[in-house]
């Protein structure tokens, strides 16, 4: 039988390590902040932004929420952004995806001072995980680095396969694998013989959003499953991007869906504003 890796309690960890860190700034007189903007009331991202919140909260760190309504201008958005790149009391600047439509997406993440992107993804901090600088690293791949340590699974000279090349997922998640010299391969919708690759894998990262679609054919005996996907089935309960009952009895270590990748995105986001503080100096 597989051990089964709990996102759960390592996140939990990671938050309780952040909170002795930012008790111990606070007797120094520093504040962490984090400012959260969020435009429009899609109903997921106001349980994300409320979520990080809480987190913040747990964790001791400020949170400043912008709550801006869907007929925000991309101008208005981006003055916001100008403002807080500007205040000396805001570590870190976080704005909530998707946007609506009319705001380009892309205009406004570059337009966070690469030194408050606490969710690591303006060009000057993938570029400087690319060429290994410090910098921020994307929250979801950054906390799968640190599920697969804090479980004891060795990451050098593994065969890492991960599906899917996502900007905020499946490349920074290659990269850091890399990093941590492992022997890389990234596979997409374009790879030929996707199974025949994937079940290379000492480790296998499956970020492909298609629920349950990764099988056992998929899996070789005695790997670690990392599962990032998180969907809704027919009965309306959250499953994976691997199908958990065929692949767990095959592998060593697996990742459940809820409670495996999940709870270290807020937990690595933590972990990245309490980082802000350091990289600011
Ligand atoms: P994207 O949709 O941006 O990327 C999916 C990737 O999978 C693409 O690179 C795509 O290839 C590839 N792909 C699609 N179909 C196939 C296929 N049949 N064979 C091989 N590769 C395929 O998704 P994300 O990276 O943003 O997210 C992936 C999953 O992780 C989703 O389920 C999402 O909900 C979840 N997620 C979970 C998080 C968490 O906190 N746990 C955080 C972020 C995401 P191509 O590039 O060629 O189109």
Redesign the pocket.
């Known amino acids: 039988m597989a051990k089964l890796i709990d996102g759960k309690a390592i996140a939990a960890q990671i938050k309780d390590e952040c909170r002795d860190r930012v008790a111990g700034m606070k007797a120094e007189g520093i504040e962490v902040t984090l400012a959260v903007i969020q435009v429009g009331s899609d109903p997921a991202s106001t349980v994300y932004v409320g979520n990080k919140k809480k987190a913040c909260e747990y964790v001791g760190i400020r949170s400043l929420a912008y709550e801006l309504p869907g007929e925000t201008t991309e101008s208005e958005l981006l003055e916001l952004i100008a403002e807080l790149n500007g205040r000396k009391d805001v570590n870190g600047i976080l704005v909530q995806l998707p946007l609506p439509g009319h705001i380009d997406e892309e205009k406004v993440l570059d337009a966070i001072d690469a030194r408050k992107d606490v969710d690591g993804f303006h060009p000057q901090n993938v570029g400087a995980l690319c060429i290994g600088k410090p910098g921020f690293v994307s929250?979801?791949p950054a906390?799968i680095i640190q599920l697969l340590k804090r479980s004891g699974v060795e990451i050098a000279g593994k065969e890492c396969v991960v599906?899917?090349?996502?900007?905020?997922?499946?490349k920074p998640m290659a990269l850091l694998l890399l990093r941590e010299n492992g022997t890389v391969t990234v596979?997409?919708?374009?790879?030929k013989d996707?199974q025949e690759v994937t079940k290379r894998a000492d480790i296998l990262v499956?970020?492909?959003?298609?629920?349950k679609?990764i099988t056992a054919d998929y899996v070789k005996e005695g790997a670690v499953v990392i599962d990032?996907?998180?969907?809704r089935n027919e009965n309306n309960k959250l499953c994976?991007?691997v199908d958990f009952e065929s692949v767990e009895p095959l592998c060593s270590a697996i990742t459940p869906?809820p409670g495996?990748?999940?709870?270290?995105?807020?937990a690595m986001l933590m972990n990245n504003c309490v980082e802000s503080v350091a990289l600011q100096q």
């Open positions: 929250c979801t906390g599906i899917g090349r996502s900007n905020i997922v499946g596979t997409h919708s374009r790879t996707l499956a970020a492909v959003g298609k629920p679609m990032v996907g998180i969907h994976g991007d869906v495996g990748v999940g709870p270290m995105t807020i």
